[in-house]
T-cell receptor, first 113, second 112 residues
Framework: ETGVTQSPTHLIKTRGQQVTLRCSSQSGHNTVSWYQQALGQGPQFIFQ???????GRGNFPPRFSGLQFPNYSSELNVNALELDDSALYLC????????????FGPGTRLTVL | EDKVVQSPLSLVVHEGDTVTLNCSYEVTNFRSLLWYKQEKKAPTFLFML????IEKKSGRLSSILDKKELFSILNITATQTGDSAIYLCAVYYGGSQGNLIFGKGTKLSVKP
């Protein structure tokens, strides 16, 4: 059974640029959630994807957007990067949209200069 | 506003000590409470609690939920240096659009 994978591991961008982060869900899981974890903070919910549609969103601006593909993998896109976007971005998958337990990937460390 | 509060935020103990980590919550439409261990990046699942008063155990770790007083504790007995990590408490809330709200975590350092 393959766990949740994310790419890239690390990324350095400058303010105003755009970034795409990728996530492959665990085998058999159809729901993907994205979280932002700033230094010293707990993860904050960005949004969730189920059946290729956004199924809930946290308090993040529209420049944070996502996609889910038919194989349940997902992308997180962030436009017009700001310094405060520097964080660890975590992807989590679950076997259904109503499942409480989520399994996390190793994350992508994004640094915005 | 929904919130999850963990205490203490950091803790330093010596090997062999017993520690208790606290998590209180104020969340509408509560469904379950989860504990995760985060060592470097990926939080790894420890426990999920849905019912009050039923202790869950895994080796030296145990956890219990009190839904009346809205808190949970995570106990670690006979701590080892490998227990050094950030312990995250999260509450799963909501219906079909439910998701996790996390506390800030407790950073545990176990010294030899």
């Amino acid at each position: 059974e393959t766990g949740v994978t994310q790419s890239p591991t690390h990324l350095i961008k400058t303010r105003g640029q755009q970034v795409t982060l990728r996530c492959s869900s665990q085998s058999g899981h159809n729901t993907v959630s994205w979280y932002q974890q700033a230094l010293g903070q707990g993860p904050q919910f960005i949004f969730q994807y189920y059946r290729e549609e956004e199924n809930g969103r946290g308090n993040f601006p529209p420049r944070f957007s996502g996609l889910q593909f038919p194989n349940y993998s997902s992308e997180l896109n962030v436009n017009a990067l700001e310094l405060d976007d520097s964080a660890l971005y975590l992807c989590a998958s679950s076997f259904s949209v109503s499942a409480n337990e989520q399994f996390f990937g190793p994350g992508t460390r994004l640094t915005v200069l | 506003e929904d919130k999850v509060v963990q205490s203490p935020l950091s803790l330093v103990v010596h090997e062999g000590d017993t520690v208790t980590l606290n998590c209180s919550y104020e969340v509408t439409n509560f469904r379950s409470l989860l504990w995760y261990k985060q060592e470097k990046k990926a939080p790894t699942f420890l426990f999920m609690l849905t019912s009050s008063g039923i202790e869950k155990k895994s080796g030296r770790l145990s956890s219990i939920l009190d839904k009346k007083e809205l808190f949970s504790i995570l106990n670690i007995t006979a701590t080892q240096t490998g227990d050094s990590a950030i312990y995250l408490c999260a509450v799963y809330y909501g219906g079909s659009q439910g998701n996790l709200i996390f506390g800030k975590g407790t950073k545990l350092s176990v010294k030899p």
